[in-house]
């Protein structure tokens, strides 16, 4: 199936969330790689764990010029501090996710590079290639969303 296909039959995707329950090795093993708080959730909607996507409140930033816009670190510093830190997705290689207002699909390229295939529920569908550690805005999207191959 094309990906143009594939992410527009993501646009009627919706489904339960799964958040891995406290004690859970994986889990624990990914809130200290990645310093995630207790207070918020990990998600394993299909029991995925090959992508670890961080998704933070974007607080309307401004700063999509497009479809889509890479942040890196050094844009935004309160990204590092995962203040606006909402909740943790496990997912597995181009496992929808479904974030309201956008779906995405996350695959790890050479490299350390990852596409994101997207589906803002519009009709925008596209894709984006950012380096490993960066995250991604959509144009209109309340969420930005830093994705991360597991590599547990």
Avoid at 82 to 89: E, F, G, M, R, T
Avoid at 127 to 141: M, Q, T, V
Wanted: glycine letters at 12%; hydrophobic letters at 40%.
């Amino acid at each position: 199936m094309p990906w143009g296909e594939f992410l527009r039959g993501m646009k009627t995707l919706s489904g339960g969330k799964k958040a891995l329950p406290g004690g859970n090795p994986f889990l624990e093993k990914v809130r200290t790689k990645y310093e995630i708080p207790d207070r918020i959730e990990i998600f394993a909607p299909r029991g995925g764990s090959e992508i670890i996507a961080l998704v933070f409140d974007s607080e309307h930033l401004p700063v999509v010029d497009g479809k889509w816009s890479e942040i890196t670190p050094d844009d935004y510093k309160y990204l590092q501090s995962l203040h606006n830190l909402k909740a943790v997705y496990c997912l597995h290689e181009k496992e929808p996710l479904d974030l309201g207002d956008v779906v995405v699909a996350i695959r790890p390229e050479g490299s350390g590079a990852l596409s994101i295939y997207f589906n803002d529920k519009q009709g925008t569908v596209g894709s984006a290639r950012i380096r490993g550690g960066n995250a991604i805005l959509f144009s209109g999207s309340k969420h930005i969303v830093r994705p991360m191959a597991a590599g547990l």
